[in-house]
Nanobody, 123 residues
Framework: QVQLVESGGGLVQAGGSLRLSCAAS????????MAWFRQAPGKEREFVAA????????YYADSVKGRFTISRDNAKNTVYLQMNSLKPEDTAVYYC????????????????WGQGTQVTVSS
């Protein structure tokens, strides 16, 4: 059974940085796509970033391009989201997600989800 456990959220001032972690277990993830989504109160869950566990290109929402970086550590079976130059509009619950093979940007296309971690950016 795939398990995804996020950590690293918190309260930060605008312009600050946070690094989220997603510890993955239960499978060999070499064929998987790992992604980060976020959901603000009253809004739909939206795509943030994605990458293939095996490496290669990374994909970002326009709203975070140049500020956020997705990466993974094979030895730790962990995916990260480094968030820099944070803005109040980045405030949301951030979720780690996984699916097999192809990159996707719609939440409905992902099979596995973590429980989420709250990120709050104060102005």
């Amino acid at each position: 059974q795939v398990q995804l456990v996020e950590s690293g959220g918190g309260l930060v001032q605008a312009g600050g940085s946070l690094r989220l972690s997603c510890a993955a277990s239960g499978r060999t993830f070499s064929n998987y796509v790992m992604a980060w989504f976020r959901q603000a109160p009253g809004k739909e869950r939206e795509f943030v970033a994605a990458m293939r566990w095996s490496g290669g290109s990374t994909y970002y929402a326009d709203s975070v391009k140049g500020r956020f970086t997705i990466s993974r550590d094979n030895a730790k079976n962990t995916v990260y989201l480094q968030m820099n130059s944070l803005k109040p509009e980045d405030t949301a619950v951030y979720y780690c997600a996984a699916r097999v093979r192809a990159i996707a940007t719609m939440a409905s296309q992902y099979d596995y989800w973590g429980q989420g971690t709250q990120v709050t950016v104060s102005s």
